[in-house]
């Protein structure tokens, strides 16, 4: 079992920067996949970005591309998004995923462990 928990999250102006962070309680957490997905009210629950194991490659939606990075740090058992140029847009609950697979996916049916989420919200 794997424990995620988010955090970072927030209300930020148009324009604006957030980082947001996932912490991973498993020690072996280097050996998953991770990735950020997000959910707007009303809305299905969307990839965001995925990172491979080691952190040596990454993959990000189309939406995001350019303006947020998805970064990790295995010794804290840690997962970032750095998000820049924030938009209205970009309002959303923001949740952590992870996967044995060491693959970048963007299917939420691929990852079996699931943070609380986190909010953002992006005023105009």
């Known amino acids: 079992q794997v424990q995620l928990v988010e955090s970072g999250g927030g209300l930020v102006q148009a324009g604006g920067s957030l980082r947001l962070s996932c912490a991973a309680s498993?020690?072996?957490?280097?050996?998953?996949?991770m990735a950020w997905f997000r959910q707007a009210p009303g809305k299905e629950r969307d990839f965001v970005a995925a990172?491979?194991?080691?952190?040596?490659?990454?993959l990000y939606a189309d939406s995001v591309k350019g303006r947020f990075t998805i970064s990790r740090a295995n010794a804290k058992n840690t997962v970032y998004l750095q998000m820049n140029s924030l938009k209205p847009e970009d309002t959303a609950v923001y949740y952590c995923?992870?996967?044995?697979?060491?693959?970048?996916?963007?299917?939420?049916?691929?990852?079996?462990?699931w943070g609380q989420g986190t909010q953002v919200t992006v005023s105009s």
């Open positions: 995923a992870a996967t044995r697979l060491d693959l970048l996916v963007s299917s939420t049916a691929r990852y079996n462990y």
């Open positions: 498993r020690r072996t957490f280097s050996s998953y996949a």
């Open positions: 990172i491979n194991w080691s952190g040596s490659r990454t």
